[in-house]
């Protein structure tokens, strides 16, 4: 049996992930362009008063899209670090990983439809 929590390393988890976080943030142009879009997302679902239920449909899309892009930049910086020179496996690799952030931002693309193109609709 493990013995009581450690909260002190507990933390340091939770710091070690916030740099992650403002790194992912501060160096890569694909995941400022997801913020970008999560911020406009936010100021139309406030503006059109969205449901509890589509507020919990939207946060679980950004936070899908968000994880994915940090997996496909942890996948991207560790390819590169192990293969500095082009190799065809690390470029499937990275291709393969960068599509399921581009999946996962279509279904996100998709489902704000969704949710806002009648609200749209209404306007007119």
């Known amino acids: 049996m493990k013995g009581p929590v450690d909260i002190r390393k507990a933390l340091r988890s939770f710091t ?3 740099a992650g976080i403002f790194n992912l943030f501060r160096y890569e142009n694909n995941a400022r362009i997801h913020l970008i879009a999560c911020i406009a997302v936010v100021i139309a679902g406030v503006g059109f008063h969205i449901s509890p239920m589509e507020w919990i449909v939207i946060v679980i899309q950004i936070a899908l899209v968000w994880a994915a ?3 496909n930049t942890s996948i991207e910086k ?3 670090l192990v293969s500095a020179d082009y190799h065809p496996v ?3 690799v990275k291709d393969t ?3 399921g952030v581009l999946i996962l931002a279509i ?3 998709i489902i704000g439809g969704i949710i806002f193109v ?3 609709i209404l306007l007119f």
């Open 16 to 18: 070690f992930a916030g």
């Open 69 to 71: 892009e940090a997996f």
């Open 78 to 80: 560790l390819a590169d």
């Open 90 to 92: 690390i470029k499937v």
């Open 97 to 99: 990983a960068a599509a």
């Open 107 to 109: 279904s996100a693309v």
């Open 118 to 120: 009648p609200k749209i």
